[in-house]
């Protein structure tokens, strides 16, 4: 528990960019797919409890708020227990919260305990996992760190296409209170996911440079230094702005194919169809992320897979029938997937990996309030209304209001750093100074009377001493 250090992600540790690192992206994959899908994977049992507890709708909708608010909310408490205990440690007692709150939820009286135990104690347990997880998947990946975000991402699509129709199993098998039992044995997969983030071990030093290696100053619990990058606060502001109505959309489309008239099982297959576009999506735009001429300009792929989303949005609002509404899934799919594959890569690119830790999980508390507010307005606008436009219309703005300023702030805010030499000549000289710089004290004797006896033996030519840039002052 006490191995901070070791954990700490160190400078002088090299990312694998494979080996062990595809054991810890196996464990992302499967922490997104819980984090993301669960909150709307529960649902399918909310009918079941309506009918015990005697409660309307929007009182069991509370349980998937309050797990999304936690998963969000609970960043910088996750960022803490990281820098202080280590990532493993975090996602193993994260594991058991996120199984011991669905197993006490089977034995619930009350819909009150529900919100306790479904809730806020495995709402918890899953954010003491996802937020770990990115940041293993950061230490672990560099070259193909896009790749990777992208794979790991596709966790999301992949589990909410698998646990939608489980748990309509379960339920009909065992009822709601068998169905959370089961639940809650299968997120004890998490600590399983948790025992796979073996941390990096740092380079062996010499004696001596141990010393000044133990006096380094201890790690802040929650580094609010990020706010001194101005790329981090454009980030921070788009992607709240952007949660505002990226969420919306997938709420709200099953509810408009209804109104239109069509079948209940006919509504419920749009949402597959987004499902099945979005599994693909991820993967293929982590890979174009990671191209070379790509990948310095992810931040403007990021806006522009906002921008294609807002307007996937604003066509969406005019869907009269049903096919109109499958062409707006196959393509709020691509751009949804190409969001959820870029997220993070691109904060990871802002603040570097030493600050990330800090770094998302003030950003997921920003977004938190976002979430809050975005589908429970668009809900009320939809009563002030009764027209599902207006709803696709707002998400839209507000998702392509987001790209702008995040495309627009990096672009005439940001200054460009200095380009590294990328030449071959270039990196041998650096690498070379860098040598030079790391010599001990007996290196630099052993050098000085290397070049003293190179000046005795220089023979003299035309009674002058020949001079070469090696020995000349």
Not at 47 to 59: A, N, Q
Not at 229 to 244: E, P
Not at 276 to 296: E, Y
Not at 340 to 352: C, P, S, Y
Request: charged share 15%; hydrophobic share 45%.
């Amino acid at each position: 528990m006490g191995a901070v250090v070791v954990d700490d992600g160190p400078s002088g540790v090299k990312a694998p960019d494979g080996g062990w690192g595809w054991a810890v992206l196996f464990g992302c994959f499967i922490i997104t797919g819980f984090s993301y899908a669960f909150p709307k994977a529960v649902s399918v049992f909310f009918k079941e409890l309506i009918r015990e507890f005697g409660v309307g709708y929007s009182d069991t909708a509370w349980i998937s708020s309050i797990l999304l608010a936690m998963l969000y909310g609970t960043g910088p408490l996750c960022s803490v227990c990281v820098n202080r205990f280590g990532c493993r440690p975090v996602m193993l007692v994260g594991g058991l919260f996120a199984s011991m709150g669905m197993v006490i939820a089977s034995f619930c009286t009350s819909i009150v305990q529900i919100y306790l135990t479904a809730g806020v104690i495995t709402g918890l347990g899953l954010a003491l996992n996802f937020q770990p997880s990115l940041i293993m998947l950061n230490r672990y990946f560099d070259k193909r760190r896009p790749l990777a975000n992208g794979l790991s991402a596709a966790g999301s699509p992949v589990f909410l296409c698998a646990l939608s129709p489980l748990g309509q199993i379960l339920q009909h098998e065992y009822g709601w209170r068998g169905g959370f039992l089961i639940l809650g044995g299968m997120l004890l997969n998490c600590c399983v996911c948790g025992a796979l983030m073996r941390p990096l071990e740092p380079p062996k030093k010499s004696e001596a440079t141990k010393e000044p290696a133990e006096k380094k100053a201890k790690k802040k619990l929650l580094d609010f230094s990020v706010f001194k990058d101005g790329g981090f606060v454009i980030y921070t502001l788009a992607a709240s702005i952007m949660v505002l109505g990226l969420f919306v959309p997938p709420v709200f489309v099953v509810s408009y194919a209804k109104d239109l008239g069509y079948q209940d099982t006919k509504a419920a297959f749009l949402l597959t169809i987004l499902g099945f576009i979005d599994i693909f999506a991820r993967p293929i735009c982590g890979m174009v992320a990671g191209l070379k001429w790509v990948r310095p300009r992810c931040v403007y792929l990021f806006s522009f897979a906002m921008i294609f989303n807002g307007f996937t949005d604003l066509m969406g609002s005019m869907s009269v029938d049903y096919g109109g509404l499958v062409v707006f899934c196959i393509f709020f799919g691509i751009s949804y997937g190409m969001v959820g594959a870029l997220q993070f890569e691109v904060l990871m690119a802002i603040v570097g990996t030493q600050k990330f830790s800090s770094a998302i999980g003030l950003v997921l508390l920003a977004e938190a309030m976002a979430v809050l507010i975005g589908p429970p307005s668009a809900g009320k606008l939809l009563d002030l209304t009764r027209r599902y436009m207006f709803v696709f219309i707002i998400a839209g703005i507000e998702v392509t209001t987001s790209a702008l300023v995040l495309a627009l702030g990096n672009f005439f805010c940001i200054k460009k750093k200095p380009e590294e030499p990328h030449t071959k000549e270039a990196a041998a000289e650096r690498e070379e100074l860098n040598k030079s710089e790391d010599k001990t004290p007996e290196d630099a004797k052993v050098d000085s009377i290397e070049v003293e006896q190179f000046l005795k033996d220089e023979p003299e030519k035309n009674g002058e001493v020949v001079t070469n840039p090696e020995t000349c002052v």
